[in-house]
C-alpha cells in the first residue's frame, strides 16, 4: 500500500475561484501535491485536502 501525506489547506470566503485554482495549482506543480478532498462550507469558504506520495528508499544490503 502506498504512504502518503497530508496538508489541509483553508480558502477563505473572499476568495475568488481563479484564484483559489491558481494556489492549489501551484501547489501540485512545485509541491507535487494532487486534490484529496475538497469540501465547500455553509459560508462560502473551502476546506481543502491535498496529499503527496511518501517515496520510502529501500535500503541496500549489500
Known amino acids: 500500500m502506498p504512504e502518503y501525506e497530508f496538508v489541509d489547506v483553508y480558502v477563505p470566503r473572499g476568495v475568488s475561484r481563479k484564484e483559489a485554482a491558481r494556489l ?3 501547489h501540485a506543480e512545485y509541491g507535487h501535491w494532487e486534490l484529496h478532498r475538497l469540501s ?23
Open 24 to 26: 492549489l495549482t501551484d
Open 40 to 62: 465547500l462550507m455553509r459560508d462560502g469558504s473551502r476546506k481543502v485536502r491535498l496529499r503527496r506520495r511518501i517515496i520510502r528508499q529501500v535500503r541496500a544490503t549489500w
